[in-house]
């Protein structure tokens, strides 16, 4: 079954894949098995998941509608045929002509209206903060270190502050605008 339905898959849109397309958006909208490139892979992919195979769960879920599904593959197939990515929430955004090809929220997270502040959020993390934690920006709160300023446990370029990794930009799991 499984091989019937990429087979299938494959002859729809064998024709549009001449070269592969990178639409960038979602780090990459579409881009399920991460080669930074949306094309075939991704629809094997998101297939892989479906069937039950481990995967990117999250990046499968190419239309942001909770689910993973064919509309995930119908969603990759139109980002190949050079269509626009999805937006969650029918939000708007606006394209600022990056290179990425990253679309622009209008709003913030969790925000009504452009004007409103929306969530706050620690560098590296995805959970907003709020009354449950005063709004706290505190180590002892932050979720990349060990309880003080010098135990850093990622996003770290100095030893003394902590374990250095090296890493100046988000990873996408740990992207608010990303993951929210």
């Not at 881009?31 to 094309?39: F, K």
């Not at 509309?71 to 045929?81: K, S, T």
């Not at 449950?132 to 370029?157: E, F, I, P, R, V």
Request: some cysteine; glycine content about 10%.
């Amino acid at each position: 079954m499984k091989k019937v339905l990429q087979s299938f898959v494959l002859l729809l849109v064998l024709g549009a894949l001449m070269e592969p397309t990178a639409a960038y958006a979602q780090s990459i909208y579409g881009d399920v098995n991460g080669d930074i490139e949306v094309n075939i892979s991704d629809i094997n992919a998101v297939i892989a998941i479906i069937m039950g195979d481990n995967g990117p769960a999250t990046a499968a879920d190419v239309n942001m509608d909770g689910e993973i599904s064919i509309n995930d593959i119908n969603a990759v197939i139109h980002i190949i045929l050079g269509g626009s990515p999805p937006t969650p929430d029918n939000h708007e955004y606006v394209d600022l002509g990056l290179p990425s090809g990253t679309l622009w929220a209008t709003m913030n997270i969790g925000a009504t209206s452009p004007e409103d502040y929306g969530y706050y959020f620690a560098w590296g993390e995805t959970k907003p903060k709020g009354s449950q934690d005063n709004y706290s920006y505190d180590w002892s709160t932050y979720k990349w270190c060990d309880g003080s300023a010098t135990t850093l446990t990622k996003y770290c370029t100095r030893s003394d502050y902590g374990w250095v990794d090296g890493k100046t930009e988000l990873t996408m799991g740990d992207d608010a605008a990303y993951i929210n």
